[in-house]
């Protein structure tokens, strides 16, 4: 894998061109900025992949499989592969025993054989353990990984089947040829400083031009975002739902470790009109990965999913387990849960959508790996198959396939929380009872749109606790997601008006951003008697909740300089 911003001289270079800064990425540069005439390299493959996720990686290894002669490449924004990577994570193994059949005899560096499974409902000072797992978190047969550490492991077997693997390498833009057919990507700037200006060590981005263009940028991913709309990817499907995901790895006592145990958990500290619940799950080696999940479509202005993450850690079931251990690692991620009714097409003109980008985790078993493997690899097979390297077609493949068939059986049990706790659990058992043969389908509706307004918000009695537990705050919960970016770049939280966060959205929503953020980014500062939006952009671990959850459609996250972001460890 070549460095953060560097490239290999293996040839692919193939010309230079010329372009105008006017065609830099949306934000970058200020638009008053006078064009500047900048000469970019301009690599070309048969096929570029944005995203070193499980999706990703498993289409470039099974491309290569099928048809060793393609150029292959993959782009990635973390400095290292797996250093953005966020998740449980549970997975089924079966799609990839399908695509490295060998996996097993040489496992990714963590990887726990799932054990027993416990599902339990919390109050403030207790809980009732099911004596039922729910079907759809019954884990025999899978595996407890870090993603992380996973996509690490599965990186170099892609390079050794000859894909080229750049980490550090941020895609900015896409590229269209005349007709508006996607031709690639460009690859940010490096080097510009908060003004615009090209600071000394300035490097322009290179242009990466392909015949087909794969995107499995995780949940929100800000190209696809752009390309749903230029080509109405989404005309005939409800808005895509998410929740934040909020993680970390913590070090106890190994006596304090049952390796493969599973625990999933609902209640409290959510009110019954929110949906949220737990994992924990132990590892080897005297580690325990824990986290919460708040979904986004939650009303109440006042919420803080990163406190309510806090406050469950400081159960009394829990607390026993942590005390006297060590934080590692902490992190926040999008999870997308939109479903069956919230999918895209996942084709336009020389692209295809795979992953968590197309939107196929399945919400009831907390699971999106084995999907994003299976479309990945139905991608490959599909463009292995086409002479001509024709996305066409894969939109109706994929529909067909096992991995919509397994989101259409849950697509009405997420939605059915919206109508509350109870009655979304009576309509989960139905749904599960019925294999989802319900003759209707519940709809979604954009998670913005959920928020109440101050004074007609109903206001549950949160019933918090005191917590005593690490991280004290959210900063120093960035600390432990290792954040770095450089403080001198443009800020990539795009805020179309800033002057609405200090006047419209203060009085109707008290500026939520400044809570459903977990890392602090927004805050609203006081300066000689008048309000401003202050932000942090430092901080950001790269959730992209700010983009989902704003109600005023105002916040765009964009990719900041490549490396930048998160450095999760075995996360």
């Given at each position: 894998?070549?460095?953060?911003?560097?490239?290999?001289?293996?040839?692919?270079?193939?010309?230079?061109?010329?372009?105008?800064?006017?065609?830099?990425?949306?934000?970058?540069?200020?638009?008053?900025?006078?064009?500047?005439?900048?000469?970019?390299?301009?690599?070309?493959?048969?096929?570029?992949?944005?995203?070193?996720?499980?999706?990703?990686?498993?289409?470039?290894?099974?491309?290569?499989?099928?048809?060793?002669?393609?150029?292959?490449?993959?782009?990635?924004?973390?400095?290292?592969?797996?250093?953005?990577?966020?998740?449980?994570?549970?997975?089924?193994?079966?799609?990839?025993?399908?695509?490295?059949?060998?996996?097993?005899?040489?496992?990714?560096?963590?990887?726990?054989?799932?054990?027993?499974?416990?599902?339990?409902?919390?109050?403030?000072?207790?809980?009732?353990?099911?004596?039922?797992?729910?079907?759809?978190?019954?884990?025999?047969?899978?595996?407890?990984?870090?993603?992380?550490?996973?996509?690490?492991?599965?990186?170099?077997?892609?390079?050794?089947?000859?894909?080229?693997?750049?980490?550090?390498?941020?895609?900015?833009?896409?590229?269209?040829?005349?007709?508006?057919?996607?031709?690639?990507?460009?690859?940010?700037?490096?080097?510009?400083?908060?003004?615009?200006?090209?600071?000394?060590?300035?490097?322009?981005?290179?242009?990466?031009?392909?015949?087909?263009?794969?995107?499995?940028?995780?949940?929100?991913?800000?190209?696809?975002?752009?390309?749903?709309?230029?080509?109405?990817?989404?005309?005939?499907?409800?808005?895509?739902?998410?929740?934040?995901?909020?993680?970390?790895?913590?070090?106890?006592?190994?006596?304090?470790?049952?390796?493969?145990?599973?625990?999933?958990?609902?209640?409290?500290?959510?009110?019954?009109?929110?949906?949220?619940?737990?994992?924990?799950?132990?590892?080897?080696?005297?580690?325990?990965?824990?986290?919460?999940?708040?979904?986004?479509?939650?009303?109440?202005?006042?919420?803080?999913?990163?406190?309510?993450?806090?406050?469950?850690?400081?159960?009394?079931?829990?607390?026993?387990?942590?005390?006297?251990?060590?934080?590692?690692?902490?992190?926040?991620?999008?999870?997308?849960?939109?479903?069956?009714?919230?999918?895209?097409?996942?084709?336009?003109?020389?692209?295809?959508?795979?992953?968590?980008?197309?939107?196929?985790?399945?919400?009831?078993?907390?699971?999106?790996?084995?999907?994003?493997?299976?479309?990945?690899?139905?991608?490959?097979?599909?463009?292995?198959?086409?002479?001509?390297?024709?996305?066409?077609?894969?939109?109706?493949?994929?529909?067909?396939?096992?991995?919509?068939?397994?989101?259409?059986?849950?697509?009405?049990?997420?939605?059915?929380?919206?109508?509350?706790?109870?009655?979304?659990?009576?309509?989960?058992?139905?749904?599960?009872?019925?294999?989802?043969?319900?003759?209707?389908?519940?709809?979604?509706?954009?998670?913005?749109?959920?928020?109440?307004?101050?004074?007609?918000?109903?206001?549950?009695?949160?019933?918090?606790?005191?917590?005593?537990?690490?991280?004290?705050?959210?900063?120093?919960?960035?600390?432990?997601?290792?954040?770095?970016h450089d403080e001198d770049q443009p800020v990539h939280l795009k805020v179309a008006d800033t002057n609405v966060c200090v006047t419209q959205c203060a009085s109707e929503y008290g500026n939520p951003c400044t809570r459903f953020c977990p890392a602090g980014v927004y805050e609203i500062v006081?300066?000689?008697?008048?309000?401003?939006?202050?932000?942090?952009?430092?901080?950001?671990?790269?959730?992209?909740?700010?983009?989902?959850?704003?109600?005023?459609?105002?916040?765009?996250?964009?990719?900041?300089?490549?490396?930048?972001?998160?450095?999760?460890?075995?996360?």
């Amino acid at each position: 894998m070549a460095p953060a911003g560097q490239t290999r001289d293996n040839g692919r270079i193939a010309r230079k061109s010329t372009a105008s800064m006017s065609e830099q990425p949306t934000g970058t540069v200020p638009s008053d900025t006078p064009a500047i005439e900048i000469e970019r390299d301009v690599m070309e493959y048969d096929v570029v992949t944005v995203g070193a996720g499980p999706a990703g990686l498993a289409f470039a290894i099974r491309l290569k499989q099928l048809n060793p002669e393609l150029s292959v490449c993959v782009i990635e924004k973390s400095s290292t592969i797996g250093a953005h990577i966020l998740s449980g994570a549970v997975i089924e193994p079966g799609p990839l025993d399908a695509l490295l059949p060998g996996w097993r005899d040489n496992p990714p560096p963590i990887c726990v054989p799932a054990g027993q499974d416990e599902f339990w409902f919390m109050t403030k000072t207790g809980g009732y353990k099911s004596p039922i797992v729910p079907p759809d978190m019954n884990n025999h047969g899978n595996f407890i990984v870090s993603l992380g550490a996973m996509c690490a492991w599965m990186a170099p077997q892609a390079e050794a089947l000859g894909v080229e693997i750049y980490a550090g390498f941020a895609a900015a833009d896409t590229l269209h040829d005349a007709d508006g057919r996607v031709a690639g990507v460009r690859i940010g700037d490096m080097g510009i400083a908060k003004d615009g200006t090209h600071k000394p060590g300035f490097t322009a981005g290179i242009d990466i031009r392909a015949k087909v263009t794969v995107f499995a940028e995780g949940a929100r991913g800000h190209l696809t975002k752009r390309l749903i709309k230029r080509f109405e990817l989404d005309a005939d499907s409800d808005p895509q739902g998410y929740s934040i995901g909020i993680k970390e790895l913590w070090q106890v006592p190994e006596d304090r470790v049952t390796p493969g145990k599973i625990v999933h958990s609902v209640g409290w500290p959510a009110d019954s009109r929110t949906y949220g619940g737990s994992f924990l799950y132990h590892l080897d080696k005297g580690r325990i990965a824990l986290g919460y999940v708040s979904g986004l479509d939650y009303s109440d202005p006042d919420y803080k999913p990163w406190e309510a993450f806090q406050q469950w850690k400081n159960h009394p079931l829990i607390k026993p387990l942590l005390e006297g251990g060590n934080l590692v690692s902490s992190g926040a991620r999008a999870i997308v849960t939109g479903g069956w009714q919230s999918l895209p097409k996942l084709e336009m003109p020389g692209a295809l959508l795979i992953g968590d980008t197309a939107g196929l985790l399945n919400v009831p078993k907390i699971k999106g790996t084995h999907q994003a493997i299976r479309s990945g690899m139905l991608a490959a097979e599909h463009l292995a198959a086409q002479p001509q390297l024709d996305s066409a077609g894969f939109d109706a493949k994929l529909r067909a396939s096992d991995a919509m068939a397994e989101l259409k059986k849950v697509r009405n049990i997420k939605p059915g929380f919206k109508k509350g706790f109870w009655f979304g659990m009576l309509n989960a058992a139905w749904e599960t009872v019925t294999a989802g043969g319900s003759p209707w389908t519940l709809k979604n509706k954009a998670d913005w749109s959920s928020l109440d307004k101050l004074g007609q918000a109903e206001q549950p009695k949160r019933d918090y606790a005191d917590r005593t537990l690490a991280p004290r705050d959210r900063l120093a919960g960035v600390y432990f997601a290792a954040t770095e970016h450089d403080e001198d770049q443009p800020v990539h939280l795009k805020v179309a008006d800033t002057n609405v966060c200090v006047t419209q959205c203060a009085s109707e929503y008290g500026n939520p951003c400044t809570r459903f953020c977990p890392a602090g980014v927004y805050e609203i500062v006081e300066e000689e008697g008048a309000k401003r939006l202050q932000i942090n952009a430092a901080n950001c671990v790269h959730c992209k909740t700010c983009d989902i959850k704003d109600p005023y459609e105002i916040i765009t996250w964009v990719t900041p300089e490549g490396g930048s972001g998160p450095n999760y460890q075995n996360m």
